[in-house]
């Protein structure tokens, strides 16, 4: 059985259920937002529960779905988390004749229009991928024929599992902060963010080509480390940290947890905090970081901007200067 996260535009909620339902019927388990979410249930954190236990994502391609915000935010974290560590594989599928994002416009797809004949064509195709990638259960132990520790014959005994000793499980290295004239800045956001993240990564890659900064988030943990401790190392490490602010930051309680944990330190005079607007929300100004300057400076959330390019431009001109402050000015040729 695989866990799916059908990704898709409100407007297409018919055809939808009808590849959930297909799904259930071929033994898997679809995440589809109307079965899953709650009344007075937070909309963003469901999605990024959802987004975090899923071994597929379908992304159900359409003029709607182009137009949807939520729809891209989905599919672009998932994108990304799938070229990091390959968790989450991507199955695109087209409900109508729409050429796909650029950001898909490598992975095959399959097509599930115009009749029913094609939908159970394209139906067919998607769970043959299911199946065949879908993460394989831990073979069952063999049961014993007898009880433990009753002799198989006279000259010979089953032992006793219990007494075989466990092997030991070597403890993750510490993390270890960056060189002398590099500054390590903590990135904290939302899942539904990850493009958002990304492309703040992007703004920052001058400055982290020359060594002044190392860009630290949740996606470089490393493997077969507690993840929410690697991650606190990682913030209480950083000099700089970066909160990506929207309404599913504000919901999701693992950034509150990063939240709170970089406003102590920033109080402390051990870490800057700087929250960056990348999507509206007035809520922000009642949480810890209220009282803090926010980039961009205008207030206007990257998300907003004509040209968000200009945001991040600006946004990387004022890290640009806080670094400069930390380890003084780059030297012409250093």
């Known amino acids: 059985m695989a866990r799916v996260f059908l990704s898709h ?3 297409d909620k018919p055809q939808v259920r009808r590849i959930a339902q297909a799904l259930r019927d071929a033994g898997h388990d679809p995440w589809l937002d109307e079965d899953q979410i709650d009344i007075g249930e937070s909309i963003p954190a469901a999605v990024e529960r959802g987004l975090r236990d899923t071994d597929f994502m379908i992304v159900c391609l359409s003029a709607a779905a182009a137009r949807s915000g939520w ?3 989905e599919r672009e974290v998932t994108f990304m988390q799938q070229m990091a560590d390959r968790r989450t594989r991507i199955l695109p599928v087209r409900l109508e004749h729409v050429d ?6 490598h992975i095959l ?8 004949d094609a939908f159970r064509r394209g139906i067919a195709r998607l769970l043959r991928a299911l199946d065949k990638h879908a993460p394989k259960p831990a073979a069952p132990t063999a049961p014993l024929d007898r009880p433990v520790g009753t002799p198989a014959s006279p000259d010979k005994a089953v032992p006793l599992l219990a007494t075989a000793p466990l092997p030991a499980v070597p403890a993750a290295p510490a993390f270890e902060p960056s060189p002398p004239g590099t500054v390590d800045i903590f990135l904290s956001h939302a899942p539904p963010d990850g ?8 703004a920052l890659a001058v400055l982290q080509r020359q060594r002044r900064i190392r860009l630290l988030h949740s996606g470089k943990v490393g493997a077969g480390k507690p993840r929410q401790d690697e991650i606190l190392a990682q913030l209480d490490a950083s000099r700089i940290v970066l909160l990506l602010i929207s309404n599913a930051y504000l919901a999701s309680d693992a950034c509150e947890i990063e939240m709170r944990r970089a406003v102590e330190r920033h109080r402390s ?3 800057r905090v700087i929250p960056v607007l990348v ?3 007035d809520e922000w100004k009642q949480t810890p970081v209220g009282p803090l300057l926010a980039l961009p400076r205008n207030e206007i959330p990257v998300a907003h901007w004509a040209h968000p390019d200009e945001a991040w431009t600006e946004i990387t001109r004022e890290i640009r ?4 402050h930390l380890l003084g000015p780059l030297v012409p040729g250093g």
């Open 109 to 116: 797809y399959v097509d599930l229009f115009p009749d029913d």
């Open 279 to 281: 999507r509206a929300t």
């Open 100 to 105: 796909p994002p650029v950001l898909l416009g």
């Open 71 to 73: 729809a891209s935010a």
């Open 9 to 11: 535009a409100s407007s």
């Open 195 to 202: 493009a958002f993240a990304a492309a703040l990564e992007t």
């Open 321 to 324: 200067a806080i670094v400069d």
């Open 269 to 271: 005079g051990r870490t």
